[in-house]
């Protein structure tokens, strides 16, 4: 591999890393806006969010919403049945502790809605993160 090249695919990891990143930032300030807005209306006095799926997303962590939209695009009637159920418990108080995105997915799973995530393996190689479909896709 020559230099010009080995230069051309750490720039090409330097940029997908970067986005990766930006992606990150803007969902965490996307849950930091809505953490804020929902303590907002908690302190005017405002009711809780108006459907269950907003009540569910405020519960969310780490990955759920990205999980709760899979599901919702695969199972679409499936999914609006379990927010529901979700919200009920919520609303309730039986489920106060936030949901995380493994936990929604072995929720799904266990009720028989096997939701599919993209994912993707990093392996470290010469002090970088490559994807291993692009390992494998380079041979070496």
């Known amino acids: 591999m020559s230099m010009a090249a080995s230069d ?3 720039e090409r990891l330097k940029a997908r890393r970067l986005a990766e990143m930006q992606r990150n930032i803007q969902a965490k300030m996307q849950k930091e806006k809505s953490a ?3 303590a907002e209306r908690a302190k005017s006095g405002q009711d809780a969010p108006k459907t269950p799926r907003d009540v569910v997303v ?4 780490f990955r759920g919403l990205e999980v709760l939209e899979g599901a919702e695009a695969q199972y679409p009637n499936e999914a609006r049945i379990v ?3 979700l919200a009920e ?3 309730s108080g039986g489920l ?3 949901i995380d995105g493994g936990q929604l997915l072995a929720l799904f799973r266990m009720i028989g809605m096997p939701v599919r995530i993209a ?3 990093k392996i470290e190689e010469d002090g970088k993160f490559v994807s291993l479909s692009d390992r494998f896709k380079s041979g070496h």
């Open 119 to 121: 994912t993707t393996i």
């Open 89 to 91: 418990l919520i609303r």
């Open 96 to 98: 106060a502790e936030t």
């Open 36 to 38: 804020a807005d929902a």
């Open 8 to 10: 051309e695919e750490l």
């Open 83 to 85: 927010i529901g159920k």
């Open 58 to 61: 405020a519960s969310l962590g």
